[in-house]
């Protein structure tokens, strides 16, 4: 078995910056246990902030150049996400999390305001262009979606005057993230998904992953003073079933293979040919980029810096010993680090190029490196009144505690109750929470915003409980798809210590929760009318009547030739006439 | 079958007066009460608007625009015999002029000669100081000279100023009424604004419905050229978007030398825009960005050695679904202009026929494709020199995207002809959307109007009315500024997104909801009604026969 060190010196390579015009991407590919297939697509690109400000832009996209201008945003984060990251069969996070988002859309950035009320209307002025350039719902992010963070989030930028940035944050755990929004994102790179890496880039693939998540970063970067550049950094990374990608397009259906490709098992009797008891497949299952991505990879995007061995864009993360095949017709160059296991290719300018990994017998494995922390959030309760939130993170490392922010941002209707807040460590007394933010909710005009400081020693579970109460909308309020519940954000872990690695960060999420509100019959407004209408006119018709009728014996009432008596009149003609004279 | 029928008792006087004013009581406050609450309730709100006076805006009997310009004229002789100059040129000018709305009128400068003399100078408002009032249209310098053919004029090209030099016999006599130089300056004068009472001219027959008894006739090609041009400019806005883009369908050039190529070819010219509007500039890069593949390929000619585009593809080159030109943010409209660097197997590329490279979309921008002068290939980056062609023709480009005449070749009258025509165009068609909201008041009665839309009625003919009077006072800088916030108003008057809401929401839906309680009430009264109105009949029918 082989350590694993090498992402860690990835995430070094990269992160080097400059502050003039350039542009980098890279593509990592690193196959996981139960043959999933990891791929992490990075682009980044720099505008010198002179030229930004004077807006002539040049690998920058103008259109989010514009956006940020015009909102005073100096960072923003953006993350389009889908799916859920399995860190125990997975390990941890391509970028320790930094570049993960909560399901659905997240967005958090820093405005330069002077007053609150200015950063809030900037806010709303960058959430509503930005709806319109990613075709996403983010104008829906208002006052009650958004809140402000105070510990969770740290600018990864270098700002000059922090006084005036406030810091935003706002989710949409329901929406759902498709290929409208993958567009978009493509438009913005240099290259357009035409040539380099981001051809592979395709929404069949993307939005069919286990998991996955668009995230675009900005932020100032400076390297001596005055000397600044403003870094746009766009990453796609997901998580891919080889086998379920590999299917063609045109024929997506499973079924079942013809019995003469399968290996069966000869040591157990059959009592017929068509039957098998199929073994267990041990090999490394083949694949290539075609097959996986459902297109070929265009050759390299020309604009990369070809500088510090940055134009090798494609690694991939394998054994030393597991072989791969290169399929182009151009020149291509291959270069091996961290102890053969990483393997870098630079592309041809203009021709395909295509990596095979034929089916191969492994005898080792690489070592996934074990996540921080481990954290699940559920719903527990039942009825449609009350119910109670449980989130449990354990630290699995046998050595180091580990201190984390863990933020909650709730919805107006779902009312937590703080005093009901326990956290409990399985292996030891005392109180894990050093420090708490709470800002209540006010109904229909923010939601709740928890922040808590959490100290786990090593090897031990935190159990972290609280009640809340659903409360009941308007009739106005509820969505289209009421009876399906309501989505609350998931909660954000963000590690102090261990000390991360970079400005970065370290972040975990939990997955969102779907909350089950009480619902009310829809037709209920008419059915209300309906009955008050019927009651006052059955009081109004009794009054009325008493007051316009006259009462008489029962022996004096009017002969009246009524419709009884007009039929029978008939009939008795009718039989004189059958009868005959 | 057997049973005695008794008549009831016969109703007492009382009984029945008490029943038929109980159904009576019942029914006036069904009537009176009932109906006016719910017609009140439900009635949607409509505010006052003042259609009259809207309409009459439209078809244009409140402001009948007058366009007089002020000339101040600059002679180096005594006042009276240049006062005298100014009437003998004024009445050979008037005779000349056939569009009586646009109207020049000729005022004494305080000229430099009596300066000199020191004379005290009455002002008796027929003298104007021609440096200091902005109002001034031209200022003609009468300069006498010895030499040379005589008289004749100089345009200058950067500043309102006409310079006329004469001989000093061809000032009139006191006693005559007419002079070589008198007819000289009527005749130059005339011919300065020919094309701007031209356009004004057009304006007022095509776009207002004010009845113009006499409008300047104009040649069947002049109206065409005069609608050509009225099409491609945007309308005015104080601020409009500049976005420079390069496209390429490869990645060659990546790079351009963009702002000292605006710095030399576009600045100059916006700086001397500056006083009429605003503009902000944007620049980007784009790579792999081919033209749209809707349209067909270009085809290589052999006579012209160059690949031909169609010309009835030009309207499709733009590819708008990949490439990013969505507008700039903020107020104010975006200009596009689109440099296209074709593929390196396909250049030259021209336009089939005249062989151009350059277009203009009419309201949105223009392109131009740049090919590489004779067999070079352009670097990776585009100097100076390889846009200066591309930026010539992108400010040419911006002129008549901005409107601005062609003629004469003074940039500022030019600039001031814009602002005339602009005023104009402005003040008719915020009239006309006056027009149209009164119609759609009285056309559609079961949309809201909101007191919003009230206020911007009235702020837009109140601005109309400044913007009418200050065209007649000469003050065109302040007419446009006004007239354009009319115009806006009456835009956002027009365009109140509360009045579209309840179009949907006819009155048969109120019925069909309250129906349930109207229903059970209406019936025993009107059951009522009718049978206590027959007892009434027959009671009539049995006294008459009694």
């Known amino acids: ?581 | 079958m057997g049973s005695s029928k008794v008549n009831p008792p016969p109703e007492t006087k009382e009984s029945v007066w008490l029943r038929r004013s109980v159904i009576l009581s019942f029914w006036l406050v069904a009537v009176l009460l009932g109906l006016p609450v719910w017609w009140k309730t439900t009635a949607i709100y409509r505010a006052e608007l003042p259609l009259q006076t809207m309409t009459d805006w439209a078809d244009g009997k409140v402001c009948k625009p007058v366009f007089p310009l002020r000339i101040a004229v600059e002679v180096p002789i005594p006042p009276s015999e240049a006062q005298h100059l100014i009437r003998t040129t004024q009445h050979a000018l008037d005779d000349l002029n056939e569009f009586s709305a646009h109207h020049l009128r000729l005022m004494l400068a305080d000229s430099p000669w009596v300066a000199n003399t020191s004379q005290q100078i009455v002002s008796d408002g027929t003298t104007v100081d021609a440096r200091h009032e902005e109002d001034i249209a031209l200022l003609i310098r009468l300069i006498q000279v010895g030499t040379g053919n005589t008289p004749r004029s100089m345009l200058r090209a950067y500043s309102p100023t006409l310079d006329i030099y004469y001989a000093a016999n061809q000032l009139p006599s006191p006693s005559s009424t007419g002079s070589p130089l008198a007819t000289f300056m009527a005749q130059e004068l005339h011919k300065l604004f020919d094309e701007e009472q031209a356009l004004l001219a057009y304006l007022l027959s095509t776009k207002s419905k004010i009845p113009t008894a006499k409008v300047k006739s104009f040649s069947p090609e002049t109206a065409a050229e005069l609608e050509r041009q009225s099409t491609i400019a945007f309308k005015y806005a104080p601020t409009y978007h500049l976005t420079f883009s390069l496209f390429t369908p490869t990645f060659i050039p990546s790079d351009w030398r963009i702002e000292s190529a605006l710095k030399q070819y576009i600045s100059p010219f916006l700086d001397s825009f500056a006083s009429i509007s605003n503009f902000t500039i944007d620049t980007q890069v784009q790579l792999y960005s081919a033209y749209s593949p809707s349209i067909q390929k270009p085809v290589y000619d052999e006579d012209q050695k160059a690949w031909l585009l169609r010309k009835e593809d030009l309207s499709g080159f733009i590819n708008a679904a990949e490439w990013p030109l969505s507008p700039s943010i903020g107020a104010g409209p975006t200009v596009n202009f689109v440099l296209y660097v074709p593929d390196q197997a396909e250049t030259p590329l021209l336009v089939q026929g005249s062989g151009a490279n350059s277009w203009l979309i009419p309201q949105w921008g223009g392109v131009v494709i740049l090919n590489p002068s004779g067999t070079d290939k352009f670097g990776p980056v585009l100097t100076k020199q390889d846009l200066a062609p591309a930026m010539h023709t992108f400010s040419d480009q911006l002129m008549s995207l901005l409107g601005l005449p062609r003629a004469p070749a003074s940039l500022p009258l030019r600039l001031s002809t814009l602002v005339r025509s602009r005023a104009a165009s402005l003040l008719f068609s915020a009239s006309s959307t006056l027009g149209a909201l009164a119609r759609l008041y009285n056309a559609l009665p079961s949309i809201p109007i909101p007191d919003k839309v009230a206020k911007s009625v009235d702020l837009t003919t109140a601005h109309l009315q400044h913007a009418c009077d200050n065209l007649r006072g000469g003050r065109f800088r302040t007419a446009l500024e006004h007239a354009r916030i009319a115009e806006a108003e009456a835009e956002k008057a027009f365009f109140e997104r509360s009045m579209v809401g309840q179009v949907y929401f006819p009155d048969e839906h109120k019925v069909a909801v309250y129906l349930p309680l109207l229903g059970p009430i209406a019936v025993p009264l009107v059951m009522a009604a009718l049978k206590e109105l027959q007892s009434i009949i027959r009671a009539l029918k049995a006294r008459k026969n009694a």
């Open chain 1, 1 to 581: 078995m082989l350590s694993f060190l090498p992402l860690l010196l990835f995430n070094a390579l990269i992160a080097c910056t400059a502050a003039r015009s350039d542009y980098h991407e890279r593509l990592l590919l690193r196959p996981l246990p139960q043959s999933a297939l990891l791929a992490s697509f990075t682009f980044r690109s720099n505008e010198s902030s002179g030229a930004f400000e004077e807006q002539n832009f040049r690998y920058f996209p103008r259109s989010l150049g514009q956006i940020l201008q015009h909102a005073h945003t100096k960072e923003l984060h953006l993350r389009f996400s889908l799916g859920r990251w399995d860190a125990s069969n997975w390990g941890q996070m391509p970028w320790n999390g930094a570049r993960e988002g909560g399901t659905g859309v997240e967005l958090w950035a820093w405005v330069e305001a002077g007053t609150e009320e200015e950063a809030f209307s900037r806010w709303l002025a960058l959430t509503n262009a930005l709806s319109g350039l990613f075709c996403a719902s983010l104008n829906f992010i208002d006052a009650t979606k958004t809140i402000r963070p105070v510990m969770s989030f740290q600018p990864e930028g270098d700002h000059h005057n922090m006084s005036r940035l406030h810091l935003l944050h706002g989710t949409l755990p329901h929406e759902v993230v498709c290929t409208e929004n993958l567009t978009p994102f493509l438009k913005l790179l240099p290259c357009k998904g035409k040539a380099g890496i981001s051809s592979l880039l395709s929404g069949h693939k993307l939005f069919d992953a286990s998991w996955q998540t668009m995230s675009i970063d900005v932020r100032p970067v400076c390297q001596k003073e005055g000397d600044c550049a403003v870094e746009i950094e766009q990453g796609v990374d997901m998580v891919l079933d080889l086998e379920r990608a590999k299917r063609p397009l045109d024929n997506p259906i499973p079924r079942p293979l013809p019995i003469e490709e399968i290996s069966c098992d000869g040591s157990k009797p059959y009592n017929a040919p068509d039957t098998c008891y199929p073994l267990t497949r041990t090999a490394d299952s083949s694949w290539s980029l075609n097959e996986v991505f459902g297109t070929s990879l265009h050759g390299a995007c020309p604009l990369t810096d070809d500088r510090d061995g940055n134009s090798h864009t494609v690694c991939i993360n394998v054994q030393p010993e597991r072989e791969i095949q290169v399929k182009t017709a151009g020149e291509y160059d291959e270069s091996r680090s961290a102890s053969e296991t990483l393997r870098c290719y630079k592309l041809p300018v203009g021709e395909a190029f295509d990596l095979v990994l034929p089916e191969q017998q492994m005898t080792t494995g690489l070592v996934l490196p074990t996540p921080p922390l481990y954290a699940a959030r559920s719903i527990n309760g039942h009825g449609q009144e009350r119910g109670s939130v449980q989130a449990v993170i354990r630290n699995p490392s046998t050595t180091d505690a580990v201190e984390f922010i863990y933020l909650e941002s709730l919805p107006w209707f779902m009312k937590p109750y703080l005093h009901t807040l326990r956290a409990v460590i399985d292996k030891s007394e005392g109180n894990p929470v050093k420090e708490t933010y709470y800002r209540p909710a006010v109904d229909r005009r923010r939601g709740s915003h928890l922040e808590l400081r959490v100290v786990i020693p090593a090897d031990s579970s935190l159990s972290l409980t609280y009640d809340f109460d659903k409360a009941i909308l308007r009739y106005t309020e509820y969505p289209p798809d009421a009876n399906r519940g309501f989505d609350a954000a998931p909660a954000v872990i963000r590690l102090l210590s261990p000390r991360p690695p970079d400005r970065k960060g370290v972040y975990t999420r939990t997955t969102s929760l779907l909350l089950q509100l009480p619902t009310p019959d829809f037709s209920m407004p008419y059915n209300v009318i309906i009955l008050t209408s019927t009651v006052m006119a059955l009081a109004f018709g009794n009054i009325f009547n008493l007051l316009v009728r006259r009462f008489v014996g029962a022996d004096e009432v009017p002969s009246r030739r009524g419709l009884r008596t007009i039929l029978q009149g008939k009939l008795e003609r009718f039989k004189s006439l059958v009868k005959g004279p």
